[in-house]
Structures are given as structure tokens and as C-alpha cells.
């Protein structure tokens, strides 16, 4: 072809870019590689190849991780921590502070052995990928030189296990690894089955720049090994970015461990074009949300939601656009799509894309055919599809977009959040005060306004609902890798600190406290037998049984009502429908929390009372409760308007707004001692964020909450915001940690106890914060109440917004 030619048809030729010193990096490993273990490679054995899927030529051989393999590098994180830890902040930054110029220097060898390993295009590694993880360092290297200022009372966690997928895998490895070294934390990290070699050359590079052995170990293999890995019972920590499915099996190997988690999961992210939006710009938006490393990405705008007026011309947009797409080998420069992970993902793709055909939807591909060789796979873009159609519904993880239409913004936000997910959302207009109104309502832990898949240190990412818990980037994301100092060293509780109310037995005969006419019967009236609170009501128990509740002695001070399965389903149904005090003012929310501590107050004497007679503590131990319920009231009405969130300096023209958002619905579990104290520290920083909450108060001494009803009644908490049952504590919470309308759920109790929360929460896989068995010491402030429940009380929201010039 000649130059004239080449100015006829302004065709692209190829521009390749060589793979000499990726090439050579591989052979000076002889292609066959084994584990990172304590600063070393160990021998290469049970191997397996890694490909590239541009053409399916194998790359290397890479070792299978076993148990023993897995219990070595393990063991040399454990040892590596003292050691670590002594370095303190300023240590620990000058090697991140390392590791990001020794990432820079060799950009070239991590950016195409990248792309020959995952099949990406050499644009998105060269210009993405490897910039992004330099930054990651970069950034977390500040975070460990001000670690002791910015995190006073926090410490590292210990000992972590990460396990991170094939779409991004040295991108992962650095949001996974920059934050938990810069806390002060040792790691062991398995890279996917896929693509495992960016993750060793990476280890390289860090014995290069000399951190210590045993810091940062990588062990290499399948899910197996990954599951080994989680398994380990030397972990204080698991982080985990992958499918939902899998998330869920770690969190049920983690439960009741003792172990910190965090979670990554899956998404079907929605992308919202109103009919004010630059729509050329929305077009290239969607170009970047979904064929951005072939749609392999977890927050891909995968739900195109047009406004209707402009769907068409949208459409017509896009199809010419995607006509347009160049699709091929993985390291030519003039390539936006490359290849597929491998053969079982575009299996996968085929079969989603068959079921959506055969359910009716439309679908489009441009009319060039994808490379023959290796494993590709046209853009593809379904159009009349429903919102509850497969397709729209399942993570197809490929290159693969439905679009659906929508009238006003109310059905798109409806539209947006019809789905199990929640990671990212997209949002298109010009009008800022829409943008405004429509972020806060979808439920997705990023929200990018104009602009989608931009990512950087400084902001936090992660998601709501199935798509995990957790933050990677900014301040939020170093609180995973930290725990507060209170929280070590505590006492475990005794199994009778715990035990079931004994009046709880006496139901096996049936115990009715209300007769047909509703009057309290069975027992001698000492008290007044109070009923359940739900919706801002008092509400009998599904079950009629009361339980009678001792005071010291086993003497009878009064009875209380036994909540059942039922009770709890209304409860959280009262809360679900609450939505007023979520939408309260942190203003308004302060005022009735200032004025639930004033009525506390003016009924100081009779809640004194019962404290004594059921705890049978000291007059004025009692009144120290209330008054301390009183000043921990006052804390959080302080905090309402006070925990705000940031804005992150990110490095493009926009404010990233990390938003402190309420889960909307909590569960809260509260134990038996300083039954009234307890229940208030936990009830109110929950409250403040504006969360509506079930709370089920002590089991043995429940009478300190119910008498509160009447203090709730009078102090304008709307109904719904605050629904209270009382009976068997794990029983109760049993069902909360199953609900699925729960978004977030605390629990202090036995070990068991927090154990089977952690479990049985798999199923909407909700944030949990349990004790782990260990006693808190309520009157303590450090303990009892600050920032870490507010921190436990809602989730950070990242919504960038486009600003300045
Ligand atoms: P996956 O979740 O199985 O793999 C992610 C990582 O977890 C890999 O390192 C894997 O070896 C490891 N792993 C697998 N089973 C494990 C276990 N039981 N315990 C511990 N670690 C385990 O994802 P996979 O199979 O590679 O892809 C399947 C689907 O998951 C994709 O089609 C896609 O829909 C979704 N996916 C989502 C990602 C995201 O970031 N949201 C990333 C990767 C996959």
C-alpha cells in the first residue's frame, strides 16, 4: 500500500509494539515459575500454563498452590510482621514511595507483559493500568507517612490473604497491596489462574527495591488454592475481589473467625442518558462503560437507560459508532478491544447472549468479523429488552450492553436500582441540579456524573448490596486494613454473661400473657407488661408469650414479651417503610436525639430503678448508666451534622464527593449488660447516620429499653425510625442476619452467636460487625462510642462530578 493510498482510505495500519523485553523477562525464567515466598521464588512445581488470548499461544508455566505452599507463605507474613510494624509510618512510606518509582521504571515490561497475559489492549496497560498502580503507591505512601496523625487509636489488623481476579491483575494486586502495607499490615496474595504473571513480575520489582521478606508473598494456582488461602486460619484479614458467588463462599469460610473482610464483587452497573445530555459525549460514555477491556470490568456500564424522547437517535449513534470500533491483537497500538480471558468466559458470553435472543430482545453487532485466531468477541448491543430479562439482570462480564427506555427521572432511578447489585452507576446530563437529585437515589457505591470508569487513589470504590462491602482508595479504603486499638485485648465474655433469659424455658408450657380481651394475665401484675414497639406503635407479639424477667435473686420484676420470627419480619418491614427519618435533616435528626436525651433525663429516677432491681447494681452505679446514657445521646446529636464526608483532590477536572450514606435499614443485636447503656450506645450513632433500625435489646434485662418507648413516643422519633424486639437474642438475630431488606447488621453476644450472624448473612450478603465474643467496656468513651460506629453506621458514596477547567 502506498502512501497516496493510505491518505485515500485514512485506514489504520498496524502499530505494533514489541514484546522483546516482556519476552525477555519470561525466559530469564525459563518460562516456568513457582510461589513468592519469604523474598524468594521457590521451585516451580504441579505447573500449569498461563496464555495469551490474542492467539492462545501458552506464555509460561506457573505453579498450582497447595496447602503447604499456602501454610509457608502464611508463616512468613506472620514472621515478617514485627518487623514491619517496627518500621513505623515513615518506614513503610519510603518503600511504597519505592515501589511506585520502580513501577514507573518499568512500565514498559509491566504494561505489555499485561497485555500478553490478560489480551488487553496495550493503549488501556500502557496508558491506564500501569499509571493507575504507580498513583496507587504513590498515594499510599502518603497515607504510611501520616498514619500516626491521620488514623490516631487505629492499628494495623496483621496478617492478610487477598485473592483478585484476571480483569485488572496488577491494578488489584495494587489496591489490594499498597493499602495494607502502608497500614502496617504483611500480606499474602494469590493472583487468578489467568493471569498470574503480573503478580511475580511485581513481587520481583519489590526485592528489588528491598522489602523485607515475608512482607509481600505471592502464591500462585487456582481457586483451590484461593480457597486454601481464605481458609487459613493464620489470617487476620481477607480481602477478595471476584464473582458474587465466590464472595459469598468466602464469607462463609470467614464466619466467625475473628476475621476482617472485605469484598469486591459483581455488578450490572446502570448508565443513565437524559434527553438534555451531550449525547455524542454519552456515546463515547458508553464506548468507555462497556468496551473498556472488553466489558471484563465489574462497575462496566452494562444497562444503557435512555430517556425515551432521544432512545432512537442514541441508538443510531451507537450502532454507528460501534461500526467504527477496532477490535484485535492485544499490543497494536490502534486497538480498542482485544481479546477475552479465555475459552470458559466467552463460552459464557455466547450463552448469555443466545438466552438473550431467545427471550426476545434485539440484538445488534457492527458488520466487521472479529480475528479468527484466539478468543474474540464482537461489541454487542441488545435493545427491547425488559428490566427482569436475563440479560439485564445477570453480570455477563463481556463486551455486551442491553438498553432499556425510561420517561421521567423517578422510572430511572426505579430502572437503575432494579438489581441485586449495586457498584457503579452513570449518569448523564447537563443539567447539574438533576445529576444532583439523581445520585444520591441509586444505590451504588459510585455514582459518575458525565464522565464513567475513571478510578483513582484518592477515591474510594466499592460497592452496595451483592456487589460487596468495602472500600479500596482514599481514607475510607485504609480503615480496611486498620482496626481500632480498643478493640484488642478485650475480655472474652462468660457463657452466663450470655446465657438465655432463664424465663424463656417456661414457654415450652405456654406461657400466654394476653387473654382474648387483651389483659395481662398469667403473672402476678408487678409491672405493667410491656408490648413490642413497631412502626412507632406498641405492638402485642406475634406469639402472645411473655417471659417473665428476674432480678437479682431470681426475683420477678417484671415480664416481657417474647418476640418471635414474625415480630422480627414486621419489624424490619416498619423500618423499610420509615424512610422519612433517612430523609430527615442531620439537622432534624440531631434535634430529636438532643431532645430523646433531655426526656431521659427528666425519667432518670425510674430508670435508675429498674436498672438496680433488674441488675442488681449499686443506686449509684445505676444512675451512672442512665446519666451516661444521657451524655452518649448528646455525643451522637453532636455527630449527626458533624460526620461529614470529603471531597477527594482526584487528578482529573472534577470533585470526587465521598458522601457518608445510612445502610437505610440496620439490624442491632445488644447484649446483656448495662442493659440500658449498651442498647443507647449502639441505637443512637446508627440513628444519627439516619438509619432506621430494628434493635433487639438484652435478652435477660430487656425492661431498661421498653420503658423507653414511652421517652421514644415523646421526643418526635418518626415512626419506623426505631422498632424494638425483645426475646431470645439468637434466635432473633437469626432472623435479622437472614433478612434481606437488612442492609447492615451489629451484633454483641457470645462468639457463636456472632458466628452464625456472619453466616446467615451470605444471603444479601450485608455488612456485619460483631464482637467476636469480646466484652466492651460501655462506660469507657473509647470503647463505647466515636467514629468507628459512626464510621460502622453507613457506607461511603463516591460521586464524581465534573468541575473546573
Ligand atoms: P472468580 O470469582 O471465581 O475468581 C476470582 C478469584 O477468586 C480468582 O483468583 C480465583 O482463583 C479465586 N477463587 C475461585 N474460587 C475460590 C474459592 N472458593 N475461594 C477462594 N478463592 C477462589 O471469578 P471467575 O471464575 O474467574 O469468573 C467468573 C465470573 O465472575 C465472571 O464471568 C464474571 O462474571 C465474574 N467476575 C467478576 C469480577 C469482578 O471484579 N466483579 C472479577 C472476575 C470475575
Not at 521457590?42 to 498461563?50: E, G, N
Not at 460497592?463 to 482514599?474: D, I, M, N, V, W
Not at 408487678?526 to 406498641?538: E, N
Request: aromatic share 8%; charged share 20%.
Amino acid at each position: 500500500m502506498s502512501v497516496r493510498d493510505i491518505f485515500e482510505t485514512m485506514d489504520y495500519g498496524p502499530a505494533p509494539e514489541a514484546d522483546d523485553v516482556a519476552i525477555a523477562w519470561l525466559e530469564r525464567h525459563g518460562r516456568r515459575f513457582g510461589h513468592f515466598v519469604g523474598g524468594r521464588f521457590t521451585k516451580p512445581a504441579s505447573t500449569f500454563a498461563t496464555f495469551h488470548p490474542g492467539d492462545g499461544s501458552e506464555l509460561a508455566q506457573v505453579s498450582q498452590g497447595t496447602d503447604k505452599d499456602v501454610a509457608k507463605a502464611v508463616g512468613a507474613a506472620r514472621e515478617a510482621l514485627p518487623g514491619w510494624q517496627a518500621l513505623g509510618g515513615h518506614g513503610r512510606a519510603r518503600y511504597l514511595y519505592a515501589l511506585a518509582r520502580h513501577v514507573q521504571k518499568h512500565a514498559r515490561l509491566m504494561a505489555v507483559l499485561e497485555s500478553l497475559d490478560n489480551g488487553k489492549p496495550i493503549r488501556e496497560t500502557r496508558d491506564i493500568d500501569v499509571p493507575l498502580v504507580a498513583r496507587h503507591f504513590y498515594h499510599h505512601a502518603g497515607w504510611a507517612q501520616l498514619l500516626e496523625q491521620e488514623f490516631p487509636g487505629y492499628q494495623a489488623v496483621g496478617v492478610c490473604g487477598q485473592v483478585i481476579p484476571w480483569n485488572f491483575p496488577l491494578l488489584m494486586l495494587a489496591w489490594k497491596v499498597a493499602p495494607a502495607l502502608a497500614a502496617g499490615n504483611t500480606m499474602v496474595l494469590k493472583p487468578a489462574e489467568f493471569t498470574p504473571l503480573s503478580a511475580l513480575a511485581f513481587a520481583e520489582l519489590a526485592a528489588e527495591v528491598g522489602l523485607p521478606p515475608g512482607v509481600l508473598n505471592v502464591v500462585t494456582g487456582d481457586g483451590r488454592t484461593g480457597a486454601a488461602l481464605v481458609e487459613h486460619d493464620g489470617l487476620d484479614k481477607v480481602a477478595f475481589t471476584g464473582s458474587t458467588e465466590v464472595g459469598r463462599i468466602i464469607r462463609g469460610a470467614t464466619a466467625g473467625r475473628g476475621v476482617k473482610l472485605s469484598l469486591e464483587l459483581g455488578g450490572k452497573s446502570p448508565f443513565i442518558v437524559f434527553d438534555d445530555a451531550d449525547l455524542d459525549s454519552a456515546v463515547e460514555g458508553v464506548v468507555d462503560a462497556i468496551w473498556f477491556n472488553q466489558g471484563q470490568v465489574c462497575c462496566a456500564g452494562s444497562r444503557l437507560l435512555v430517556q425515551e424522547s432521544v432512545a432512537a437517535k442514541v441508538e443510531h449513534k451507537l450502532r454507528e459508532r460501534m461500526e467504527t470500533l477496532r477490535e484485535g491483537p492485544a499490543l497494536d497500538k490502534g486497538i480498542d478491544i482485544g481479546a477475552i480471558i479465555a475459552p470458559v468466559q466467552l463460552e459464557k458470553i455466547e450463552r448469555l447472549v443466545a438466552q438473550g435472543k431467545a427471550e426476545g430482545a434485539q440484538c445488534y453487532q457492527p458488520s466487521w468479523a472479529v480475528p479468527q485466531q484466539g478468543w474474540y468477541y464482537p461489541p454487542t448491543l441488545f435493545t427491547n429488552v425488559a428490566s427482569a430479562a436475563t440479560i439485564a439482570q445477570e453480570e455477563i462480564f463481556g463486551p455486551v450492553i442491553v438498553s432499556m427506555t425510561f420517561r421521567t427521572p423517578a422510572e430511572a432511578v426505579e430502572l437503575a436500582n432494579d438489581s441485586r447489585y449495586g457498584l457503579a452507576a452513570s449518569v448523564w446530563t447537563e443539567n447539574v441540579n438533576l445529576a444532583l437529585d439523581v445520585a444520591p437515589k441509586l444505590k451504588a457505591g459510585v455514582v459518575w456524573a458525565n464522565c464513567t470508569n475513571v478510578f483513582d487513589a484518592a477515591s474510594g470504590f466499592g460497592g452496595y448490596r451483592e456487589s460487596g462491602f468495602g472500600r479500596e482508595g482514599g481514607r475510607e479504603g485504609m480503615y480496611e486494613y486498620l482496626e481500632p486499638a480498643w478493640a484488642k485485648g478485650l475480655p472474652t465474655y462468660d457463657a452466663d454473661d450470655l446465657a438465655p433469659p432463664a424465663g424463656a424455658e417456661a414457654l415450652a408450657e405456654g406461657v400466654s400473657a394476653w387473654d382474648e380481651d387483651g389483659a395481662s394475665t398469667p403473672f402476678p401484675a408487678i409491672d405493667r407488661t410491656p408490648k413490642l414497639y413497631v412502626g412507632g406503635k406498641q405492638k402485642r407479639p406475634d406469639g402472645n408469650y411473655v417471659y417473665p424477667v428476674l432480678g437479682e435473686g431470681g426475683t420477678r420484676v417484671g415480664d416481657a414479651p417474647l418476640g418471635n420470627r414474625k415480630d422480627v419480619r414486621d419489624a424490619v418491614e416498619a423500618a423499610v417503610k420509615g424512610s422519612a427519618w433517612t430523609k430527615a435533616t442531620a439537622h432534624g435528626r440531631a434535634q430529636v436525639l438532643y431532645y430523646l436525651a433531655e426526656n431521659l433525663s427528666l425519667r432518670a429516677p425510674e430508670f435508675e430503678e429498674r436498672i438496680r432491681a433488674m441488675t442488681g447494681v449499686t443506686k449509684r452505679q445505676a444512675a451512672r448508666e442512665v446519666e451516661t446514657s444521657v451524655r452518649r445521646l448528646f455525643t451522637y446529636a453532636a455527630y449527626a451534622d458533624k460526620y461529614d464526608g470529603q471531597v477527594h483532590p482526584t487528578p482529573y477536572r472534577n470533585v470526587t464527593l465521598a458522601m457518608n450514606e445510612p445502610w437505610d435499614v440496620m439490624a442491632i443485636v445488644c447484649p446483656d449488660e448495662a442493659p440500658l447503656l449498651a442498647f443507647v450506645s449502639l441505637l443512637a450513632p446508627a440513628l444519627a447516620m439516619g438509619n432506621r433500625v430494628v434493635a433487639v435489646p438484652s435478652a435477660r434485662w430487656p425492661l431498661a429499653a421498653t420503658d423507653l418507648y414511652q421517652v421514644l413516643d415523646t421526643s418526635d422519633v418518626p415512626a419506623g425510625a426505631v422498632n424494638i424486639v425483645t426475646g431470645v437474642r439468637d434466635e432473633l438475630a437469626a432472623v435479622l442476619a437472614k433478612h434481606d431488606a437488612v442492609q447492615a447488621m451489629w451484633y454483641v453476644g457470645s462468639a457463636d452467636g456472632g458466628a452464625m450472624v456472619e453466616r446467615e448473612s451470605v444471603g444479601n450478603l450485608k455488612a456485619t460487625w460483631v464482637n467476636f465474643g469480646k466484652k466492651r467496656d460501655w462506660f469507657d468513651p473509647a470503647q463505647g462510642e466515636g467514629r468507628e460506629y459512626l464510621r460502622r453506621a453507613t457506607r461511603v458514596k463516591n460521586i464524581w462530578v465534573p468541575y473546573g477547567e
